[in-house]
């Protein structure tokens, strides 16, 4: 797998699906009894103008974005996550029957994943 189809799925099946599962908490919170609070939040959310729901949307979006960008900084060692005095790396390998391939390391070998973002 090379990092930008790596990138591409973590932000189709991580960025967009928690988007898509916090707006429909908001919209119907699931359970037979959510708790009080996600019932609470719902009905602000669902009594909002289009348009403020539209805004609370690109927030929701921001806040997603913001978060995997961030754990991909952390993978590819450009957010340091490591204490200083610690000697290892983090690696994020893809490994299949053909062979393996790096797709990032805090210490620089492969792709810059947030930029990719």
Do not use: K, Y
Request: hydrophobic share 45%; net charge negative; proline share 4%.
């Amino acid at each position: 797998m090379q990092p930008e189809a790596f990138v591409s799925a973590v932000r189709q099946i991580v960025e967009q699906a928690a988007i898509e599962d916090v707006l429909s908490q908001l919209e119907r919170p699931s359970g037979r009894r959510p708790p009080q609070d996600r019932v609470e939040l719902s009905a602000w959310f669902t009594n909002l103008t289009d348009r403020d729901r539209q805004q609370v949307r690109a927030v929701i979006a921001d806040a997603a974005h913001a978060a995997v960008f961030g754990v991909l900084c952390a993978l590819d060692g450009s957010r340091t996550i490591l204490d200083p005095s610690d000697d290892g790396r983090i690696e994020l390998v893809f490994r299949s029957a053909a062979g393996e391939s790096v797709i990032a390391t805090t210490d620089g070998e492969g792709s810059a994943l947030h930029e990719l973002l």
